[in-house]
């Protein structure tokens, strides 16, 4: 309390050093990765995406030292799609950063729309940069849904049919499954 040290920086910090426990107990190793997973889900929403990175592999790691298979499996799953998460984390800091300078830079506002809508399925934050693209099909969606945030259940419905047939030009499997969602 006195030095202001989040809580989950503190936790995180813990669960990386008992990681490192060569005898630690089996059921306390299963407790281990799955407070590490859920704390990377956390750190994924606070775009702390190196801290996530860090503690999925921790998970991923426990889980590994464990005969439970769905444990396994779970953990994999999970780092993969962090992993994923950090690599474009990498790429769009830059456009982000160049959009401060430049907010009309088109290319920059389609991979940062992208990366919060389809990425995180963070729709509030996306929708402003994928308006902001110019793309043909996405920005005339995005802002559809802008528009229907607020104009009530005929715009919303409208924006929910413009989704539906945008997802259908969407060449990448994750990104239609996300505007579908």
């Not at 990386?16 to 089996?26: C, F, H, K, Y």
Request: hydrophobic content about 40%.
């Amino acid at each position: 309390d006195e030095f202001e040290v989040p809580p989950d920086q503190i936790v995180s910090l813990t669960i990386e050093a008992l990681d490192d426990v060569p005898q630690l107990p089996s059921e306390q190793r299963t407790e281990l990765a799955r407070a590490a997973g859920q704390l990377a889900d956390k750190a994924i929403v606070a775009d702390d995406f190196e801290r996530a990175d860090r503690l999925s592999m921790v998970a991923l790691q426990s889980a590994n030292k464990q005969k439970d298979n769905d444990l396994k499996k779970d953990m994999t799953q999970r780092r993969n799609q962090i992993a994923l998460i950090v690599k474009q984390w990498r790429i769009i800091k830059t456009n982000l950063e160049k959009l401060k300078t430049e907010p009309n830079d088109a290319a920059s506002n389609l991979l940062a729309g992208r990366f919060y809508c389809f990425m995180l399925e963070d729709f509030d934050r996306g929708l402003e940069y994928l308006e902001a693209s110019g793309e043909s099909v996405l920005a005339s969606v995005a802002a559809r849904d802008l528009a229907g945030a607020n104009g009530g259940p005929q715009k919303m419905y409208a924006a929910a049919t413009a989704w539906q047939e945008a997802q259908a030009s969407l060449t990448d499997k994750d990104e239609r499954l996300a505007a579908q969602r």
